[in-house]
């Protein structure tokens, strides 16, 4: 979806390898950061993080929209991870490179 409706298959691969780098807007980046964090280690969240995205523009709702969002998808993805589902066949009308950049788990290529 976002590939189609708002970025070119170029700039989603750019923001998967490396979005501090992907010319994404510094709130942005701030927003991935602490999503990024909340991933690999939620436990080290502290005051100033959330402190942080508010000094980027976040409001207190925003900042638990991004907390919510990251969350959900974190459990999602340990879901399927867990019931062994395999990809959608659209996966197979993604261009080469951004199928390789997205395929973090490996179920991509199959």
Not at 23 to 38: D, I, R, S, W
């Amino acid at each position: 979806m976002l590939r189609s409706k708002f970025l070119k298959s170029q700039q989603v691969e750019a923001i998967v390898r490396d979005f501090r780098s992907a010319g994404l807007p510094a709130n942005e980046v701030a927003m991935l950061e602490f999503a990024v964090k909340l991933t690999d280690h939620a436990y080290k969240i502290t005051p100033r993080d959330v402190d942080g995205l508010r000094a980027h523009g976040f409001a207190d709702e925003e900042i638990i929209d991004i907390a919510a969002a990251a969350a959900v998808r974190n459990f999602i993805s340990k879901l399927v991870d867990a019931l062994g589902a395999e990809p959608d066949a659209s996966v197979h009308e993604l261009e080469p490179q951004l199928r390789t950049a997205l395929d973090v788990g490996g179920r991509l290529g199959r």
